[in-house]
């Protein structure tokens, strides 16, 4: 079943930008606290920002003052402008609700793809 629909990623040189979008069916997104999750092959699966139902938001340190995790109530959605890009944030991006097991994560949606090159 799935959940979200995740779109925006793609190619981009060091130091460019992107807006990730998570378009939620069947639940509310600021009725739940979401996070962007990225997996890199080989690296375990890290929860990169979550914003709670309270709007109150938290970075990890890797993305810290380059991305901002956001929500448009109106259109179910949440985003994640990412900005500064370097190689080390190639993965592919997934959301979901916090807590979500990093193998569960393909259940709520397909995931999109950033690639930042060198």
């Known amino acids: 079943e799935v959940l979200v629909v995740e779109s925006g990623g793609g190619s981009v040189e060091t130091g460019g930008s992107l807006r990730l979008s998570c378009a939620a069916s069947?639940?509310?997104?600021?009725?739940?606290?979401m996070g962007w999750y990225r997996q890199a092959p080989g690296n375990e699966c890290e929860l990169v920002s979550r914003?709670?139902?309270?709007?109150?938001?938290h970075y990890a340190d890797s993305v810290k003052g380059r991305f901002t995790i956001s929500r448009d109530n109106a259109k179910n959605t949440v985003h994640l402008q990412m900005t500064s890009l370097k190689p080390d944030d190639t993965a592919v991006y997934h959301c979901?609700?916090?807590?979500?097991?990093?193998?569960?994560?393909?259940?709520w949606g397909q995931g999109t793809q950033v690639t930042v090159s060198s």
């Open positions: 979901a609700a916090v807590g979500v097991e990093c193998r569960a994560l393909s259940n």
């Open positions: 069947g639940f509310r997104v600021d009725e739940t606290h």
């Open positions: 914003i709670r139902s309270d709007s109150s938001t």
